[in-house]
């Protein structure tokens, strides 16, 4: 890493993201025929989109935060598609950035920035599918965040 690059990011933002890129991509198309079966002609898939935000720390001031997406179409019951992305990147943090505040940073904000490049994959890949482009809402990590938190704290109270 550019330790002066560090530096000076890092005195003006409390992170910086290093880099971005696709740790793992699957794209599974086991039935794309389905489509032109005359009893489908005119009907519409059902797709589902899950999302998933994990963070590793690398070391002292660096942390890989991942983005888990999987989208799933189906028509009648049969799998159309299946597309896995991880897509992640590597976060330099300040080093005076109190706790409290880097939890939110590197679960909200940095998905947020990233969120853009992993929709330009997920659209690629299933045009290059063969299909219409799949066009991911954007999505709201703050509420996400969130609702685990408040999750993780339920399940604590019940535990005790």
Do not use: W
């Not at 086991?30 to 032109?36: F, L």
């Not at 720390?57 to 991880?86: C, P, Q, R």
């Not at 940073?105 to 994959?121: D, N, T």
Request: proline fraction near 7%; aromatic fraction near 10%.
């Amino acid at each position: 890493m550019p330790k002066a690059q560090d530096q000076n990011q890092q005195s003006q933002y409390p992170f910086f993201i290093h880099d971005q890129y696709i740790k793992d991509l699957s794209f599974e198309n086991p039935n794309y025929v389905a489509k032109y079966d005359e009893k489908n002609k005119n009907k519409q898939p059902e797709v589902s989109v899950n999302v998933e935000t994990h963070v590793s720390k690398f070391d002292d001031e660096h942390y890989e935060v991942a983005m888990n997406l999987t989208a799933k179409s189906e028509l009648d019951g049969t799998s159309i598609f299946v597309l896995e992305l991880t897509y992640a990147g590597l976060v330099a943090v300040a080093k005076d950035l109190k706790p409290d505040v880097l939890e939110p940073v590197l679960l909200v904000h940095c998905p947020f920035l990233m969120f853009p490049f992993a929709r330009e994959i997920v659209a690629s890949v299933t045009r290059a599918g063969g299909y219409p482009p799949l066009m991911l809402d954007p999505i709201d990590f703050a509420s996400l965040y969130l609702a685990k938190k408040k999750e993780v704290e339920e399940n604590k109270g019940v535990a005790n």
